[in-house]
């Protein structure tokens, strides 16, 4: 398994001052996901949970749903450096007989991210047809008392973190504020993709009573992942975006923002935040 962080060289200035010092630098590298052997994506990502990183990413791409869709995941002997030691940077997903291969480029199947301009209606109607999970239903409830305590928990959970100040972060809690897991990346969407992967291997999937909480902004993507995953409801430190909240209201999920301090902004689903 590679390193979780480096160290550098930086020159740390302010207006006293000039200071050679060494840095901790939170690693990215690339992972290469395969399925049966096939290449489907490169993402950039911080080493480690990779196994869990691999399933999340493939069943909030609506390619997995259970444990027994998945026969095995390995890293493969050929992703070796130039000194003949494994990188492990690719990963090979191998499918029951039973589960359809996904289509070459399974990122493109049925959403967006914020970049790509693609109209904003068609991406919602299109995670709602896909996804497996009724979030809607679910009649799950938290006290915004408990709610509010989450994101100091995940941030003393953020190990690497607390060390470079360069990761994102991503917990899953039961209604009642405890905190099953925490997982770090560089990309927020590979910490989300993280916590389903381990709730995949634990056989908790749908999230039918789970919080997901991340440490900074609720995108599309993001609100994309819970829905896919059957969480009814997603937390975000930061703002969301206009198009997590039109999914989020046609999901069903309730949408928490600005989960700071003592407040925060409910804007899908306020029956599920009780006083």
Not at 108 to 121: A, I, M
Not at 132 to 154: G, I
Not at 250 to 260: D, E, K, P
Request: neutral net charge; glycine residues 8%; proline residues 5%.
């Amino acid at each position: 398994m590679g390193r979780v962080t480096t160290r550098c060289r930086a020159q740390h200035l302010t207006a006293e001052s000039a200071i050679a010092r060494p840095e901790t630098l939170a690693v990215e590298e690339p992972m290469e996901i395969r399925v049966n052997g096939r290449p489907i994506t490169v993402t950039m990502r911080t080493p480690g949970s990779d196994i869990e990183l691999a399933q999340g990413f493939l069943l909030t791409e609506g390619v997995i749903t259970r444990r027994d869709d998945v026969l095995a995941v390995r890293y493969c002997r050929g992703s070796a450096g130039p000194d003949g030691a494994n990188t492990y940077n690719v990963l090979d997903v191998t499918l029951a007989g039973d589960v359809p291969p996904p289509a070459v480029d399974i990122t493109r199947n049925f959403y967006t991210t914020s970049s790509c301009g693609v109209c904003g209606k068609a991406s919602i109607d299109a995670v709602r047809l896909v996804s497996r999970y009724s979030t809607a239903d679910q009649t799950v409830e938290v006290a915004a008392s408990t709610l509010t305590a989450m994101p100091d928990r995940l941030r003393s959970a953020q190990k690497v973190f607390s060390r470079t100040g360069g990761l994102h972060g991503a917990a899953l809690f039961d209604p009642d504020g405890t905190m099953l897991v925490v997982r770090e990346d560089i990309g927020r969407h590979n910490a989300v993709d993280k916590v389903i992967g381990w709730a995949f291997e634990n056989d908790r999937i749908p999230l039918s009573r789970a919080v997901l909480l991340v440490s900074g902004r609720a995108s599309f993507e993001l609100t994309q992942k819970c829905a896919m995953a059957g969480a009814p409801i997603l937390a975000a430190v930061s703002a969301p975006s206009s198009l997590a909240v039109e999914l989020a209201v046609q999901s069903g999920i309730t949408l928490v923002a600005f989960l700071r301090g003592d407040s925060m902004n409910v804007y899908s689903r306020p029956d599920r935040v009780t006083q």
